[in-house]
Antibody
Framework: EVQLVESGGVVVQPGGSLRLSCAAS????????MHWVRQAPGKGLEWVSL????????YYADSVKGRFTISRDNSKNSLYLQMNSLRTEDTALYYCAKSGGDPVYYFDYWGQGTLVTVSS | EIVLTQSPGTLSLSPGERATLSCRAS???????LAWYQQKPGQAPRLLIY???SRATGIPDRFSGSGSGTDFTLTISRLEPEDFAVYYCQQYGSSPPITFGGGTKVEIK
């Protein structure tokens, strides 16, 4: 059974930093591109970032480019999102999601999300 | 960036009725790289359809997707009580950025 478990979400002040983690199990982690997708309270879904199976390619939404860094450790079956210079508009539930295939980037499995609140 | 516009914003229907949800793209979606998701309150999204018309594993056949180019449709042939939720379309064309539509809420009439 595929499982994705996010952690690391907390309340942080504007300008602060945070690192999210996602622990994956139930599939061959290093075969798949992985993503972060977020959802602000009461709003729709927004794709944030992706990382290729080997970490060699990364892409970001314009809204986070230059502030967020995605990474992975295939030896630990883990995905990360380093979030710097946080803004109030980054407040959201952050989901880790698995690509259905490569290079087709739909999301066939999602975690339950970790809540990031940026507030003074 | 491809902008996806979903309509209607809210669809009020009764169990047993047919639901037709629309997703229109601002430019052609390459290779019909379009997916549909269902999200219930307090839950993560669930993949329903990918490649515009392929059902994901375990999805009942009352859900079907169609369309190509810039116009796509999700049809629920007969609404079950558990189908009342928010539905999102998503395009995943040849390169990022990946974008979602704003969602359609299917509510009980």
């Amino acid at each position: 059974e595929v499982q994705l478990v996010e952690s690391g979400g907390v309340v942080v002040q504007p300008g602060g930093s945070l690192r999210l983690s996602c622990a994956a199990s139930g599939f061959t982690f290093d075969d798949y591109t992985m993503h972060w997708v977020r959802q602000a309270p009461g709003k729709g879904l927004e794709w944030v970032s992706l990382i290729s199976w080997d970490g060699g390619s990364t892409y970001y939404a314009d809204s986070v480019k230059g502030r967020f860094t995605i990474s992975r450790d295939n030896s630990k079956n883990s995905l990360y999102l380093q979030m710097n210079s946080l803004r109030t508009e980054d407040t959201a539930l952050y989901y880790c999601a698995k690509s259905g295939g490569d290079p087709v980037y739909y999301f066939d499995y999602w975690g339950q999300g970790t809540l990031v609140t940026v507030s003074s | 960036e491809i902008v996806l516009t979903q309509s209607p914003g809210t669809l009020s229907l009764s169990p047993g009725e047919r639901a037709t949800l629309s997703c229109r793209a601002s430019q052609s979606v390459s290779s019909s790289y379009l997916a549909w998701y269902q999200q219930k309150p307090g839950q993560a999204p669930r993949l329903l359809i990918y490649g515009a018309s392929s059902r994901a594993t375990g999805i009942p056949d009352r859900f079907s997707g169609s369309g190509s180019g810039t116009d796509f449709t999700l049809t629920i042939s007969r609404l079950e009580p558990e189908d009342f939720a928010v539905y999102y379309c998503q395009q995943y064309g040849s390169s990022p950025p990946i974008t979602f539509g704003g969602g359609t809420k299917v509510e009980i009439k």
